[in-house]
C-alpha cells in the first residue's frame, strides 16, 4: 500500500534518512555513491522535506504489511505552465524488500497519487548502467531522452542521465 504523506514527523524523518543510507549503501542510484552516513544524505532530505512542508512536493510511503519498506516524492510546481506535470524523485526501496515487486507497487501507487491531484505526466530520471530502464518501461515509462556521460560515479565511470515520461 503506498500513502499520501503530507507532513513528515521526527519518527518518519528519521526513518526515511534511515532508508535512503541503506539504499545508498547496498548500490542504489539515489543520489549519492556509497559509502554514505547519515550526515551525508541529510542535507539531500532536508530539501526534499522543504518541498513538502511549503506544499509543493508529496511523499509518497510504501508499506508492505504495515512496515514503511519506501518512499519517493512527488515534486510538482506553482508554475502554471506546468502543472500538469511532476517529477518523481529519491524512488527507493529499503534493501530488506527489494526484489518482490515493492518498487513496482511503490511506482504504480505514486501514479496514483498523481492522477488524484490531477496531473497528466509524471517524470523521473535514472542513471543508466543499473539496468534501471526495462524497470521503468514495465510501469508504463517512456524514454524521452538522455545526457551522455552526465552522471560522474566515479574517475572514469560516466553515466548518462535517462529522462522519462509516464502519462497518466
Given at each position: 500500500?503506498?500513502?499520501r504523506v503530507?507532513?513528515v ?10 532508508c ?11 543520489g549519492?555513491v556509497?559509502p ?5 544524505v541529510r ?9 513538502v512542508?511549503a506544499g509543493?512536493?508529496t511523499v ?8 514503511r519498506?519506501?518512499f519517493?516524492?512527488?515534486v510538482g ?7 500538469h506535470w511532476a ?15 515493492a518498487?513496482?507497487?511503490?511506482l ?6 498523481a ?6 505526466f509524471?517524470?523521473?530520471?535514472y542513471?543508466?548502467g543499473?539496468?534501471?530502464g526495462?524497470f521503468?518501461?514495465?510501469?508504463g515509462?517512456?524514454?524521452v531522452?538522455?545526457l ?13 542521465s535517462?529522462?522519462m515520461?509516464?502519462?497518466?
Amino acid at each position: 500500500m503506498v500513502e499520501r504523506v503530507v507532513q513528515v514527523d521526527d519518527d518518519l524523518r528519521a526513518w526515511m534518512l534511515s532508508c535512503w543510507v541503506d539504499v545508498t549503501n547496498a548500490g542504489g542510484a539515489v543520489g549519492f555513491v556509497p559509502p554514505v552516513g547519515p550526515d551525508d544524505v541529510r542535507p539531500a532530505l532536508e530539501d526534499g522535506l522543504a518541498g513538502v512542508a511549503a506544499g509543493t512536493t508529496t511523499v509518497g510511503l510504501l508499506r508492505v504489511d504495515g512496515e514503511r519498506a519506501g518512499f519517493a516524492f512527488i515534486v510538482g510546481t506553482g508554475n502554471p505552465l506546468f502543472r500538469h506535470w511532476a517529477t518523481v524523485l529519491r524512488l527507493q526501496i529499503h534493501p530488506r524488500f527489494q526484489g518482490r515487486g515493492a518498487g513496482r507497487v511503490l511506482l504504480d501507487g505514486l501514479a496514483d497519487i498523481a492522477r488524484a491531484d490531477g496531473l497528466e505526466f509524471l517524470h523521473l530520471t535514472y542513471r543508466d548502467g543499473l539496468g534501471l530502464g526495462q524497470f521503468y518501461e514495465a510501469a508504463g515509462y517512456v524514454e524521452v531522452g538522455r545526457l551522455p556521460g552526465m552522471i560522474r560515479v566515479a574517475p572514469g565511470d560516466d553515466r548518462d542521465s535517462v529522462l522519462m515520461v509516464r502519462k497518466l
